[in-house]
Nanobody, 125 residues
């Protein structure tokens, strides 16, 4: 069974950058769409980015578009999220997930059926 483990979170000042990684083990995720979610305390889960199995197409929520970049390395079974120009409102638990129903953009967040435990990102003002 596929397991996903996120890393790269931490404490950063506003305007800074972080790069999150999502490593898959126990199986391949290279044929499926993958995505990033985040959840801040007291708020609902937010779907922020997805990428096709080839990495050739991506989608971003308006809240991160232009600042975050999703990418993947199928040879390494790993996905990334480069986060630039961080804002205090980006503070959240970030986690990655796989949509096994799609190899294109996984635009329906309810179809992501495998997720990691997350990595905390805290942005100070």
């Amino acid at each position: 069974q596929v397991q996903l483990v996120e890393s790269g979170g931490g404490l950063m000042q506003a305007g800074g950058s972080l790069r999150l990684s999502c490593a898959a083990s126990g199986g391949t995720v290279s044929r499926y769409a993958m995505g990033w979610f985040r959840q801040a305390p007291g708020k609902e889960r937010e779907f922020i980015a997805t990428i096709t199995w080839t990495g050739g197409a991506t989608w971003y929520s308006n809240s991160v578009k232009g600042r975050f970049t999703i990418s993947r390395d199928n040879a390494e079974n790993t996905m990334y999220l480069q986060m630039n120009s961080l804002k205090p409102e980006d503070t959240a638990l970030y986690y990655c997930a796989v949509d096994r129903t799609s190899s294109w953009l996984g635009l329906d967040p309810t179809l992501y059926n495998t997720r990691g435990k997350g990595t905390q990102v805290t942005v100070s003002s």
